[in-house]
Structures are given as C-alpha cells and as structure tokens.
C-alpha cells in the first residue's frame, strides 16, 4: 500500500463525502481525487522524474493535500514547505534536496523571488490565478489554468513498493541548519493505520488539522483521515494562535477528533473558555504530542472535556509515534508526570545505560527504538544517509513498574551546573506544577539554571518560584536566576524555542523576553 | 531600617531573587525559600566581610545565623560592635 492510494476507493464509494473542509474551500473525496490527478499529470508534463523530490508551499488547504497527493502520483517525493519560513531557509532545503519543482499558492511566490530566483528551482506551478509574474527565462511560471486543465484520469503508478521514499520532513538539527527526515509508505501507514485503529475512526469523523504539514503531527491528519474516508477540518493559523478562535472552529464544526502540541489545549482553556463556553461536546479523541503536558493543566482538560479520550504520542520526527500513552482520567492532584506510555505501531522499545546495557526498572536511560516507524535516514548537506538500527532518540526515559515508560527529557538538556547532572526539563516541570505560572522553561546561562517562566497570576514573585522548587528538587536543581516574562518565543511549529530564549536570555534581550518586573536584573553569583 | 538591613536586604534582591524583592521580609526563611545553598553561603560571607569590614570565624557559620535577614542583621552587628 502507498499513501497516495488510500483516497481512491473512498472517491469511487462515498464521492460526495467532503474530504477536506476549508478554510475557503471545501472539496469531496470526488474532487480531492480528480485535482491530484490533476497536479500528477501537471507534473509529469513539467519533466518531474520518478523519486525527484516536490516542494509543497501552500497554506494548509485541500488544494496543498491535493499537490502532495500529486507529487506522490507522479512518482515523486512531496517536501512540505513552511509558508511562514524566511527565503533563506526556502532556499537552503531547495539546494539540500534538489528541488526543480514547487507547487505553490501565488503570494508565497514573493518569498522565493525576494531571494534572488537563481537556484535548483525552475518550475512553479501556481495553486490560484495570479497575474503573470516577471521572471527570467530560465525559469517556469505555470498558470493555475494549467493544473486545472489538465487530465482527471488516474496516471499508471510508477511503482508499488511501499519501501520508497514518500516524503521528506525538514527539522532544525541541533546545528540550526535544516535536515530532511526520509519516510517512506511503509513507515508513514504503520502509525497512521495504528492511530486511526486505536481511536476507530471512520467516516462520521471530522479531524482538525492544526499541525503545520511540515511538522509530523500532520500525518494524522492528512493520512489517517483519508484513510478512513472521515473529513479534514482545516483550523487555520489564524484561528490557531486564538484560543477563543480554535474554540469556535471545534464547536461550529463539531470536530470530534484533535491532534496537538499542549500549548494549543492550554490556550484553549485559558484565553478560549473552553469551560465557560460549554466545552466541546463533540470532541471524542484528544491527541497530544510535542513536549510535555504540565500536569494541573491536563487535569482541567480531562474535566473540561469530559467525553475526549486523551492519548500522550511521544516520538520524534525520525520515528513519528514510537511510544503511547491512553490517560485514563484526570490525573490526581499527587501526580507529577504522565507516562509516554509504551512501544506503539509495531515498534519495540529499549533503554540503554550509558555502557550499552539495557536499563533495570525505574534506571534512566536512553530510549532506542526498532520497528516500521524509523526513518530510512536522514537527507542531509545533499547526501543520504541511512538511519541507525535502532535508532537512538536522544530520550532519557525510565521504565515504571506496571511496563509504562516515562520521559526525563532530552539527553542534550542534560546539563552539569556546579558538577551536578541536571536535566533541565525536570526543573521545568516542577516550576511548572506551580499554580501561578502558566508555562516555563530553564536554560543554562554563566553555568547557572535560569528559569524563564510566564505567571498566570501577576502575583508571583521570583521568590514564590524558588520557595516552590526548594520544596520539590534538590538545592543543585534550584535555579539561581529567575526572569519573569509576558511569553516565550515559539518555533512555527508552536513549541517553545528553547534556542531564542536562551540567546535572549545571554543576550538580556527584553524585546524578545519581556519583563513582568520592570528592572528586575540579576546581578551574577559573585559577591560583589 | 538600619544601613546594614538595607545593604543586605539590597544584596538578597539583586543577586539571589533577579531584582524582584515582592515577599522578601525580614523574617523569610532564606533556607526554605531555596536562596541559600553552600555556594550562594560562600559569597554572602565574602560580601558581609567585604560591605562591612569583619571576619567571620567557622563557629559564626552555622545555618542559624543566615536563616533570616534579621538572624544576618544580628550577627553582623555583633561583629561590628566588637570591632568598635
């Protein structure tokens, strides 16, 4: 089986299903079917090769599902491009991977040009009427009338093996510079099957999409949705920086299935009113991934949503949803961390101690992963390269008594302060059990953890936090400094940019960390 | 309040809570409160012997005796008073 299959049967048996569902355009699985043979025949007229790779750069929409249903038709490889990404990182994933061809919607194509249009890229194909642009001859501007024009007729596949490379996911390496995760069929369908399954999905679903299709979360809801022949509700990013917006868009909806970083539950809760405004009754499944939950405000999730089952996915980009978690009700006020659960989608889970030998019961270490999720590798500075078996995630977890795994955090952010190994996200989520700050994050500045927190109540004080920490951690996990701020710089991925705020916190730059207490300024440990 | 009160009370907010003295009174316990730990000890007694010209001996460094703002106040006044 391929990805780019599992929408035709739904088009010949349930055709006037609605497939995708905005954000200005719905389309049918009819449609869906006939616009992707549309762009695949687009395509392949455009000269794209078996295996070449198709940038993507659309705003999520039926018509950027449809261009990467295309690509993979044509045989080719679909990479997703950020439509919020600057030109010089465009350009950079461009050159990583060869790309000559970009669907992509008209007032993205000012990013490109902006950049100077010399480069691997020679042909656009438009997504929306636009006005001819002025290009050099070299280079290829295909008229949304084109795609349009083009056959609705099923292209004859190129090839059958779900082992080949189906699309490719830039993520920031810890270098900055980005670096093309390789998945293939085989590894994209062993979730999406596993994660449609587990929640019974079918076609009285209506999933949100919030995810950014160049972030993995999406492979919910693109593929396990077509799978099923149940519907993609666009949540838009608009919608999705406004709590009270993305509340909207569930209850006018009535989404029954979500996929997300916490931040976007939280934001829901707290600016939204998820509670005040009668809750999301037709939410029934509420998947969450991409960093940690903090406890208390997964406690009020679980009770504001009482219908919703609620499941920790845990992976990173290169093994999609390694491990799982079903939380099987609102966690008590004693507990501190929820499990990440164990070994999801056929893959098996192992801990490994710093020497290589598998961890005992309740010993961290890192957590090494084998199975049908694990990337083919890495396509990275234009090479190939194949991923380790199995492959090591660079999680440090722990094994509970009852079998469930639970997450220390990252080795990298396991850090020496004064010769005492801290693992920064476990001060984190302690500063974050506090009733008063809303999220937190510690980074290592002059050999010392600072804390970076956002208060909900404007009454905290730096004191409070530290009293907070003294009463949980051990005196060497205590942050010496502690900066109170209005919010934390995201990625547009919508996770905390732990890079941005360690720099502004070196760099003491207010425009990016804004203070609650105007002057506050740590002097360093030194006496004087 | 005294100048010693002050200049330590201005040292604890600068250096221990990054500016921010909401909470801090005389009587906070500075142990529980997660502000002293062996470290940030060391440089309060180089700051107290620095700021106001006294040497602390070992029998003056015992936790008692930095508990509070207060508890500080006291034994640098003794050591003061003795010097004079």
């Known amino acids: ?528 | 309040m005294s100048q010693v009160k002050a200049a330590i009370r201005e040292y604890i907010v600068s250096t221990w809570l990054s500016g921010d003295e909401r909470g801090l009174t005389d009587d906070t316990d500075l142990q529980e409160s997660g502000l002293l730990d062996s470290l940030t000890t060391l440089s309060l007694i180089s700051f107290l012997e620095e700021t106001f010209k006294i040497q602390l001996d070992p029998a003056d460094i015992h936790a008692e005796a930095f508990r509070t703002l207060d508890a500080i106040v006291t034994l640098v006044s003794q050591k003061t008073s003795l010097k004079a």
């Open chain 1, 1 to 528: 089986m391929r990805i780019d299959r599992l929408v035709s049967p739904f088009a010949a048996q349930t055709p006037d299903q609605v497939a995708v569902d905005g954000p200005t355009e719905t389309l049918t699985y009819a449609e869906l079917e006939a616009l992707a043979n549309r762009f695949a025949h687009t395509l392949r007229a455009c000269g794209v090769q078996p295996g070449e790779r198709v940038g993507v750069h659309l705003p999520r929409s039926g018509r950027a599902i449809a261009a990467m249903l295309g690509a993979l038709r044509a045989g080719a490889v679909y990479v997703p491009l950020d439509p919020g990404s600057p030109p010089t990182r465009l350009k950079l994933i461009a050159q990583d991977c060869a790309i000559r061809h970009v669907v992509i919607a008209p007032p993205l194509f000012a990013n490109w040009s902006a950049s100077g249009l010399e480069g691997p890229v020679e042909h656009f194909i438009l997504s929306a009427d636009a006005a001819a642009a002025d290009v050099p001859s070299t280079i290829h501007v295909h008229a949304w009338s084109e795609v349009t024009r083009a056959s609705d007729a099923a292209l004859a596949p190129t090839s059958d093996s779900p082992d080949e490379l189906a699309y490719l996911l830039y993520t920031s390496g810890s270098t900055g510079i980005p670096k093309g995760v390789m998945l293939s069929h085989r590894n994209a369908l062993a979730f999406v099957d596993w994660a449609a399954d587990l929640i019974a999905l079918g076609p009285k679903d209506r999933v949100a999409s919030v995810a950014p299709f160049h972030f993995d979360l999406s492979v919910f809801d693109l593929w396990s949705t077509l799978s099923r022949g149940a519907a993609i509700v666009i949540v838009d990013e608009a919608t999705v920086i406004s709590g009270s917006r993305m509340v909207d868009r569930i209850r006018e909806k009535e989404i029954t299935a979500w996929y997300s970083v916490p931040t976007a539950i939280v934001l829901m809760l707290d600016a939204g009113k998820l509670y005040a405004r009668g809750g999301a009754p037709s939410l029934r499944s509420v998947f969450f991934a991409g960093e940690v939950f903090p406890v208390k405000h997964l406690r009020r999730a679980m009770e504001t949503l009482p219908g919703a089952r609620f499941f920790n996915l845990f992976g990173p980009t290169e093994t999609n949803v390694c491990t799982a978690y079903e939380v099987p009700a609102p966690p008590s006020a004693d507990v501190t961390a929820i499990p990440i659960g164990h070994a999801s989608c056929g893959d098996t889970a192992t801990i490994l101690d710093p020497e290589g030998k598998p961890a005992a019961d309740g010993e961290v270490g890192e957590l090494f992963i084998e199975g049908p999720t694990v990337m083919l590798g890495y396509w990275d500075a234009g090479k190939r390269t194949p991923a380790k078996h199995p492959y090591p995630t660079g999680d440090m977890v722990s094994r509970r008594a009852d079998g469930e795994l639970l997450y220390h955090g990252r080795r990298d952010h396991m850090v020496k302060v004064h010769g005492f190994r801290v693992e920064l996200g476990e001060v984190e989520v302690a500063i974050q059990d506090h009733p008063g700050i809303r999220e937190a994050i510690v980074v290592v500045h002059d050999q010392e953890l600072v804390a970076v927190a956002v208060p909900s109540d404007p009454a905290v004080s730096v004191l409070d936090v530290k009293r907070h920490c003294a009463a949980r951690l051990p005196k060497y996990m205590i942050p010496f400094g502690v900066r109170l701020v209005r919010a934390l710089p995201r990625t547009s991925s919508g996770k905390i940019d732990r890079v941005r705020t360690a720099a502004a916190v070196r760099e003491d730059d207010r425009s990016v960390l804004a203070p609650i207490v105007a002057g506050g300024e740590s002097a360093g440990r030194g006496a004087t």
